[in-house]
């Protein structure tokens, strides 16, 4: 969660760096800060991606651990 909130961070900071930029006139840093403020976007999704899909797993092994200790145990 803190990796998550890190890439938010980041991806609105370099987003307003790219605003300046356009602002100043400076267009290559501005399409730099860009990217990388969209890198840092699809970061924090994939790292929302992830955690969810891990606790889906688990919980799926949980519950078959449940299940196969009611079939050991008739």
Known sequence: ????????????????????FYWAGIQDWMYVSAV????AFFLSIRTQVKRR?????????AAQGA???FSENE
């Open 1 to 20: 969660m803190i990796l998550e909130r890190l890439f938010q961070i980041a991806a609105v900071v370099l987003a307003v760096v790219a605003v300046y």
């Open 36 to 39: 990388l403020g969209c890198v």
């Open 53 to 61: 899909n891990d606790e889906r797993d688990a919980a799926i092994l």
């Open 67 to 69: 299940e196969s200790e």
